[in-house]
């Protein structure tokens, strides 16, 4: 049965948006089936963990701490973490005894944060594992480092000077360079867009910064030779921020009679950024890109406009509706830089979002993307062919709620299905959350293995696996 929360009068009909019962470090896991022996590294989820500090509800989801849930396989045992990330605002509003950020500050104090540019870093979105190292991101703040044996807050870094202000929460690999790649979003009397590169061995580096609109941007796409963003026209209302209005939806402007852009940079040569216009739409996520002769190939998850924002907000979470981002189509663009041309075609597969490859290949050739898509009307888990079209579909029981699927490679295999799909899912029912393991070969024949946690897990948005 559904789980049903009152608070300030408003009722919460899922513990996906409710802080979890205790934070705790790695402790053994119940599980069901076999857990594979070939399964071996920790699935780290990122995602808003608190809802409602000091008795009163956030405004919206992404202004809640974040809380990381992991799960280490090794063995054919799991064992499960979950703890909040505890940034510096944090902190200030413990000692304060009230809100000094975001909706729930006053409004004289929400102007002064943004005139002073200080910010609860939440670091609820995503997780950067990096020699060695495992971070909190979000949009527009610092990584925040914490104990990979221990989730345990270690503090936010400025990764050697490299990102002072902000970071992006997806940055992304590429496995023919040998490092990771990420941006910044400056914005100031003129918004700069701030490209990282994080080396698999050495220090990071700013490879340069590119002129924009103030413009929102989530994810971009990289390739061998370069860093891909689609710019959709929404732009930042930085009056309202500065003026003290703490409501994402209300902070972006989506104007379809103005056109996007497409910023190719490359990576050698940042100053050469190829631009032109594209149709007016919005990316949330890219699934991955490559080079093909003189073109780039993008795959990505188009939406007609940034109206996700609008579906995070708390009255669409307290009221029990199907919360998250609104689903898109999936798409390939092939662009042609030299003849300053694009092309977009959809890819077969039904409404999805949330899009995810095997790493090991990543900026190259992917033939697999995982998705969260709807199949009978609930939300499922897809592997879908990018060459052919052709999909295979996991549907949980009803009143179980998938997150994003995470691709756990075998150690010794090559292959983009010689591994496992890792999906932490809340069960209505036992009002409790488990990781169902499918075999990468055939999703649709359901989970191999679960492994469970004694508690619910709030609603995580993205993760990733490090390998033992």
């Known amino acids: 049965m559904s789980s049903i929360y009152i608070m300030d009068t408003i009722t919460i009909r899922s513990s996906l948006y409710r802080e979890s019962p205790r934070e705790h470090g790695y402790e053994a896991l119940r599980v069901d089936g076999v857990l594979p022996e070939s399964l071996s590294g920790t699935l780290v989820r990122n995602g808003p963990g608190e809802f409602a500090p000091f008795g ?31 940034s510096p605002g944090l902190h200030e ?15 004289p104090r929400r102007i002064a944060n943004a005139l002073r540019r200080r ?41 050697e000077g490299v990102v002072p202000d902000g970071f992006s929460a997806h940055p992304h690999a590429v496995a023919a360079r040998g490092a990771v790649y990420s941006f ?15 080396p698999a061995c050495g220090s990071p580096r700013r490879l340069g ?11 971009f796409a990289a390739t061998e030779r370069h860093l891909v963003f689609f710019l959709g026209p929404a732009r930042i209302a930085v009056l309202r921020a500065l003026l003290g209005d703490a409501r994402p939806e209300r902070l972006v402007r989506f104007d379809p009679a103005e056109p996007g852009e497409v910023v190719a940079v490359p990576i050698d040569e940042p100053g050469r950024a190829v631009r032109f216009p594209l149709d007016p739409f919005f ?9 093909r002769g003189g073109e780039l190939v993008v795959d990505y998850v188009r939406h007609p406009d940034a109206g996700a924002i609008a579906t995070m907000r708390a009255e669409a979470v307290w009221d029990g509706a199907v919360v998250g981002m609104d689903l898109g189509e999936l798409h390939r663009a092939t662009i042609d830089l030299r003849a300053g041309r694009w092309r977009s075609e959809r890819v077969a597969g039904a409404p999805c979002e949330f899009p995810r490859v095997d790493s090991r290949g990543e900026g190259g050739v992917r033939r697999y993307v995982w998705l969260t898509a709807t199949e009978r009307g609930r939300l499922s888990i897809a592997r879908v062919d ?20 995470v691709f756990a490679p075998r150690p010794d295999g090559a292959a983009e299905t010689d591994g496992f799909a890792l999906v932490l899912v809340y069960d209505e029912a036992t009002d409790a959350s488990h ?34």
Do not use: M
């Open 56 to 86: 009163r509800l956030y405004g919206h989801l992404f202004e809640g701490q974040g809380a990381l849930t992991a799960v280490r396989f090794g063995g054919g045992r799991a064992e499960g973490a979950h703890r909040l990330i505890e």
């Open 93 to 107: 509003e413990r000692a304060a005894g009230r809100p000094l950020y975001g909706s729930l500050a006053s409004r």
């Open 119 to 159: 910010d609860k870093n939440a670091a609820n979105v995503n997780v950067l594992a990096w020699q060695g190292r495992l971070f909190g991101l979000r949009d527009l703040a610092r990584p925040i480092e914490v104990s990979r044996e221990t989730l345990a807050t270690i503090g936010e870094t400025d990764l």
């Open 184 to 198: 910044a979003v400056r914005f100031g009397r003129e918004t700069l867009l701030d490209l990282v590169e994080l």
């Open 209 to 219: 910064s590119v002129p924009i609109p103030a413009t929102l941007i989530h994810d």
């Open 283 to 291: 990316v949330w996520h890219y699934v991955n890109a490559f080079e």
């Open 386 to 405: 990018l060459e052919t079209g052709a999909t295979r579909t996991w549907t949980p029981s009803a009143g179980q709620h998938v997150s994003e699927a």
């Open 435 to 468: 990781v169902a393991v499918l075999d990468a070969r055939a999703p649709e024949d359901g989970p191999v293995a679960r492994a469970y946690f004694a508690h619910h897990v709030p609603l995580t948005l993205h993760g990733t696996f490090v390998p033992a």
